[in-house]
């Protein structure tokens, strides 16, 4: 098979041709067709997430989507022809996505939702595990709560948002004031990350704060979210690096919760929530409540280095996607 390989960090990929073993107990063989591109595939390309444990030379790519072509042993979930989705590689020294197949966890693939083509499937999965991680597994959102959304228009805060909707709640997401739009469009209530927190907090809440606080930017958001949640509060974060001062969480009796999605993958523990989480996500999308952004341009194998340049600068429009499959674009359902 076809895979894009990371020979050196912050070069370009390298369009090689690698055996592929059969799948051994536990694993299938997935021919994909898809891989989403996220802010992480970026950080260890430039050599600058040591936390991914990804040595090289590498295929990278946590993301994909694609087609079950064979089964190992003990494989009962999945079958010959089941179309799939996932987070299974890409990092821990585990091949990733951007290549014409994998041999990957059965634990970690979920059937793609059914609504969805390849291409959106393979936007999903990093992004809906993580905000699931924060909204449900350790918030346990319910309807009436007032939940804030850190970044709301970002990969992780647009599924973030859409889920904490699916469960009946009240949200609120910040963003730049070009997206507004979008924020809106989601069925959230738009705040501009300029205005400061304790205005918002006082003219939304009437200076009570949030039920619960998601924070998908880190830095000053995370700071911002500490004073933004009510007494007895929850905040989640999925970009707690830095040094950040917990007396306004104590002093509300307030707790906050970290988000590391990569944990299943790097210490094997807890791969078939993911699984879980995936199926449960599937529902949502094809009930109509989840849907992921997707950039419109398409790029493959060959053109790898141009979709990662058009990430960094910032150019998206929703997730990008690197169609993989004979280097076709992947439309099909």
Not at 312 to 317: C, L, P, S
Request: proline residues 5%; negative net charge.
């Amino acid at each position: 098979m076809q895979a894009a390989i990371l020979e050196t960090h912050t070069e370009a990929f390298t369009l090689k041709t690698i055996m592929l073993p059969e799948p051994g107990p536990g694993q299938v063989r997935v021919r994909i067709a898809a891989s989403g591109v996220n802010p992480l595939d970026l950080k260890i390309h430039q050599g600058q997430a040591a936390h991914a444990k990804h040595p090289l030379p590498a295929v990278l790519g946590l993301d994909l989507a694609g087609t079950v072509e064979a089964v190992g042993e003990g494989v009962t979930r999945f079958r010959p022809g089941d179309a799939v989705y996932g987070m299974t590689g890409g990092v821990g020294g585990h091949q990733g996505s951007l290549a014409q197949a994998a041999i990957v966890d059965a634990d970690l693939l979920a059937i793609k939702p059914a609504n969805l083509s390849m291409r959106e499937a393979a936007a999903l999965p990093l992004i809906t595990i993580t905000a699931w991680e924060g909204m449900v597994d350790r918030m346990n959102v319910k309807a009436g709560e007032t939940v804030l959304v850190q970044g709301g228009a970002g990969g992780v805060g647009h599924v973030a948002v859409q889920i904490a909707l699916s469960r009946g709640a009240e949200v609120f997401a910040t963003g730049s004031a070009g997206q507004r739009g979008v924020i809106e469009r989601l069925g959230a209530i738009f705040i501009d990350r300029e205005e400061p927190v304790a205005d918002y907090v006082a003219r939304l809440t009437g200076g009570e704060g949030f039920d619960r606080v998601y924070d998908t930017v880190g830095g000053v958001a995370l700071d911002a979210s500490f004073q933004a949640v009510r007494r007895f509060g929850h905040v989640v974060s999925c970009l707690g690096w830095g040094t950040h001062a917990l007396a306004p969480l104590s002093f509300k009796g307030a707790s906050y919760s970290g988000v590391f999605t990569l944990m299943p993958l790097l210490s094997g523990v807890g791969r078939a929530h993911h699984g879980e989480i995936l199926a449960q996500a599937a529902q949502l999308v094809e009930a109509g409540s989840l849907l992921p952004m997707v950039d419109p341009r398409h790029f493959t194998l060959e053109t790898v280095c141009d979709a990662y340049r058009t990430l960094r600068a910032g150019e998206g429009r929703g997730k990008i996607v690197v169609d993989v499959a004979n280097g076709e674009p992947s439309e099909g359902k």
